[in-house]
């Protein structure tokens, strides 16, 4: 089994599009070098790169969608975006924004069935703001997935997951009334799942449907994109823990703005290409930064992190899940976009994708 692994993480396939001879061939071989060296460096199964480029995209692929298999992913291949689903989500308030049907200063309880008194912190209220430029200052999760205890026979990820997939917009909302900010909110940003679902549950709220629903009219379908909550599970990548522990899919309707989204390599990088085009007065919204550092040098827009880059702005933002990990990439003035997609939670995956998509722009947009 390892040795079919081996051999088939050591074959790349590349997906051009008709009409790109304008891209060097040195372009490809050196996005597929890349992309062979983080799958070897980090103990990777499989990585799928796309590349958007002038409105010109590319895709490259190595490893395997299975560590028992020997299936080559491809642009279509279905991953777990992680943390990059609430850019979506953030992308949706900034829609309802525009729209006038809701306000950034708007409290969030104005958004909830019930008062909550401990969503005040030092006389300020957690806002819309608040949630989408992460300074809520509201803890990382609920449920308290340091509790979850391992099953005889049973992988730890997979136990938490379950807890996750039974977890209801019920049960979270009656957590809440115990959960209060750590700080006032608005001050420094920090890492909130829980911010995130509580925005998905306000959005339900401000336009009255589902959330999948509303991700499907408001995204996926203009964009031409497959559902990312209920992919076509014949195209789904297996993930995988550090350990190489093979997971399920992970399907649970609370954690779809956190971790259980999924999209390929081609869905996420239509998304990309329409952010860093930037025409949609939603998207110009969303990249705003509504939070920076003293020196202004780096900030935070609607979970986008922001900061220059040799090719002009960036934008991105990465994430992992119990089994995979991914990144998107944003470079507005360059014209450049840029999505990763693993199928295993590696040692500092988004530390080393982010290096790596950062490669990838420098090959896009070389030094004058």
Known sequence: ??????????????????????????????????????????????????????????????????????????????????????????????????????????EVTKYLAQPYPNFTRDGEPIRLLHLV??????????????????????PLPVTKMEVFTKYSREEMLRQLHRVAPRAAPGGDPGQSNVAAMLL????????????DTLLAREIEKPLRMASGTAPPAKLLARGYTRANEELPPFEAPMAWVTGSLRYSARDLLEYAAWQVAERDASVKIAHRPTWATPDQKQGIAFYWLTGDSPHGRRLFYSGVTFGFA????????????IVLLANK??????ETLRALSAKIAALARPPD
Not at 326 to 337: E, I, Q, S, T, W
Not at 345 to 350: E, L, S
Request: proline letters at 5%.
């Open 1 to 106: 089994m390892k040795s079919r692994h081996r051999l088939a993480a050591a074959f790349v396939t590349f997906f051009p599009l008709a009409g790109l001879a304008a891209v060097p061939p040195t372009f490809d071989a050196a996005v597929q070098d890349l992309a062979r060296g983080w799958l070897a460096d980090n103990g990777g199964v499989g990585l799928s790169i796309g590349v958007y480029e002038d409105g010109q995209r590319r895709y490259y692929n190595v490893g395997t969608s299975r560590v028992d298999g020997d299936k080559v992913p491809t642009k279509d291949t279905v991953y777990e975006i992680g943390s990059i689903a609430k850019t979506f989500a953030a992308q949706l308030l900034a829609r309802a924004v525009v729209e006038g049907r809701a306000s950034l200063d708007d």
């Open 133 to 154: 430029n992460m300074t809520s200052q509201l803890v990382d999760n609920i449920p308290d997935m340091t509790q979850v205890r391992t099953v005889p026979g049973t």
């Open 345 to 350: 939670d590696a040692q500092r995956a988004q």
């Open 200 to 211: 998905m549950v306000v959005l339900e709220k401000i336009y009255d449907e589902p959330f």
């Open 326 to 337: 991914g990144m998107c990439d944003l470079y507005p003035d360059a014209r450049v976009a």
